[in-house]
């Protein structure tokens, strides 16, 4: 049998422990990946010759994107170069991930022969 003593001890170590329960677990949010930001878009001719080479073809890039109210490529954003898709097809020009801008250009050049 425990002594009085022992009981108050082992009453006053259950009370000590019992304070110490933890609180049930709380669900958080995960953390919230950032954003991917969407990869910028770039026009290619379909003809696949490039401006960059030919400042006939320059020109006529800029012409052809002034027509379209295409912005400059410092104030150009996907949606403002989406909304002028329609246009710029029409005059040549289609729209790529900037990462296949090359390959695009490459696969019309074989297509016209150059």
Avoid: K
């Avoid at 001890?9 to 609180?23: D, E, I, N, P, R």
């Avoid at 049930?24 to 949010?29: D, E, G, L, N, S």
């Avoid at 960059?52 to 320059?58: E, G, I, Q, S």
């Avoid at 020009?93 to 297509?111: F, G, I, K, N």
Wanted: net charge neutral; charged share 15%; glycine share 6%.
């Amino acid at each position: 049998m425990m002594t009085p003593r022992a009981s108050l001890f082992a009453l006053a170590a259950l009370v000590t422990l019992a304070g110490c329960q933890t609180s049930p677990p709380v669900q958080v949010a995960a953390p919230s990946a950032p954003m991917a930001r969407e990869e910028p878009l770039r026009w290619v001719r379909t003809d696949g010759q490039s401006g960059r080479a030919n400042p006939a073809l320059a020109d006529q890039f800029v012409a052809d994107s002034a027509a379209c109210g295409v912005p400059p490529m410092t104030e150009a954003t996907n949606a403002a170069l989406r909304a002028s898709e329609s246009c710029m097809s029409q005059r040549g020009y289609v729209l790529v991930p900037a990462s296949q801008a090359a390959a695009t250009a490459e696969q019309y050049r074989r297509q016209a022969g150059y």
